[in-house]
């Protein structure tokens, strides 16, 4: 079981980027699925999920209207689209699964995690 996160970069605020995140060695059909993203000095936290069922959907406020969640199950792939980056959305970003439904926004409810990719907004 594995997850593999990338499209990370540099760009300048008011830019976007797209993360994808493949699965490996198992489906994500059942599964509930976020990004979360952690910044230096910070505590990670929860950008986005969502459930198992396509909704309900969670954003981070800062977030909310920018950034987009969604899944392929064909591909195994999960995506979250940022637009209108903001220097403070710069972070590492993880994406995670869980077996729950619609898991609260922690990390300790997720049960796979991707090793991270990098997002930096300059201004």
């Known amino acids: 079981v594995q997850l593999q996160a990338s499209g990370g970069g540099m760009v300048q605020s008011g830019g976007s980027l797209r993360l994808a995140c493949a699965a490996s060695?198992?489906?994500?059909?059942?599964?509930?699925i976020a990004w979360f993203r952690q910044a230096p000095g910070k505590e990670r936290e929860g950008v986005s999920c969502i459930s198992n069922e396509e909704t309900p959907r969670y954003y981070l406020d800062s977030t909310k209207g920018r950034f987009t969640i969604s899944r392929d199950e064909a591909k195994k792939t999960i995506f979250l689209q940022m637009d209108n980056l903001k220097p403070d959305d710069t972070a590492v970003y993880y994406c995670a699964v869980s077996r729950r439904t619609f898991p609260p926004n922690s990390a300790a409810y997720y049960d796979y995690w991707g090793r991270g990719t990098l997002v930096t907004v300059s201004s």
């Open positions: 060695g198992f489906t994500l059909d059942g599964y509930a």
